[in-house]
């Protein structure tokens, strides 16, 4: 099953996304409320709300997938082949940071850029894992019942703040720089170990199969879920692979311009151009 966030009238609503339309799941206004309901699929596949042609929707009207998630856990130095072009070794434990909503757009929204963020812009392909009810203390062998889906990001990342400090955060929470979507893809019905691929201007950048990750979705929270709950509606973003722009000689970074498209195999695209703050 498929569910987004539709932007309407003034309004965000959660939809069902099916073959040819989107349903209303009726008095649910985003992916984030649904699932504060812990019957949030059987609620989902029983909408029968206002019904909108997916041809007659307009990019922009799709939301990011939760729009306000208590919490966006990060996760760095992931994927073996990012690992390797960043001249490091495997980690013994995931390296964690945090995302602000404010950071989030559509999937299909600009990535605005401030002047101040600097000219070292780099694309991080990802996939996000939505979590379905609250996990506390979970074990890893448990922890696939605690996912609601699967979805796309992009953590898009100011390599000059970031690298500021030994600490990455104020580096990789720019506003509205993240597009997150444009679908949640539940759990059982999503393939894990698809293809990621970041493009910039239909140009490849990063490809990569989502089962080279050092820790897995279900090792992720285990491990985060003894630090502190997650809860319904959380995103943990699994880390980016090798390609990315810091790491290539000569150095290549994101400018207004372009466009940065990001797919995982079995979920979907993102597509965002990426424009000046005040252009």
């Known amino acids: ?14 939809v069902r996304v099916d073959d040819l339309a989107a349903v209303e799941i009726e008095g649910v206004s985003d992916v984030g409320a ?28 799709w939301a990011p997938v939760v729009p306000d998630p208590r919490k966006i856990v990060c996760v760095g130095l992931n994927y073996r082949n990012h690992i390797k072009e960043m001249g490091r070794e495997l980690p013994e ?4 940071f945090a995302k602000y909503p404010d950071a989030l757009i559509g999937p299909f929204d600009p990535i605005v850029l401030p002047a101040h963020a600097g000219d070292h812009v780099d694309w991080e392909g990802e996939l996000a894992v939505i979590i379905g009810k609250r996990a506390s203390h979970v074990k890893e062998a448990d922890a696939t019942a605690y996912i609601a889906g699967y979805s796309v990001m992009n953590d898009v990342t100011m390599r000059d703040y970031q690298y500021r400090t030994p ?3 104020q580096g990789k929470t720019f506003e509205a720089t993240a597009p997150f979507g444009p679908y949640l893809i539940t759990e059982g019905s999503f393939e894990f170990g698809g293809k ?6 239909g140009n490849v950048m990063q490809s990569t199969l989502t089962n080279d990750l050092v820790f897995s979705p279900e090792a992720l929270i285990e491990y985060i879920s003894a630090i502190f709950p997650l809860a319904p509606g959380d995103v943990i973003v699994t880390g980016t ?15 207004p311009g372009q466009v940065l498209t990001t797919a ?13 703050a005040g252009k």
């Open 34 to 61: 649904l699932l504060q309901d812990a019957n949030w699929k059987r609620t989902a596949e029983a909408a029968a709300g206002a019904s909108h042609v997916l041809a007659d929707i307009a990019p922009t009207q």
């Open 1 to 14: 099953m498929k569910l987004a966030t539709l932007r309407l009238d003034g309004r965000t609503v959660a």
């Open 196 to 201: 990621l691929t970041t493009s910039v201007d």
């Open 167 to 169: 600490e990455w955060f």
């Open 241 to 255: 692979p090798g390609g990315v722009g810091h790491a290539r000689k000569p150095e290549v970074y994101l400018t």
């Open 264 to 276: 995982i195999e079995g979920i979907g695209v993102i597509e965002s151009p990426v424009v000046a």
């Open 93 to 96: 434990f995931p390296t964690l």
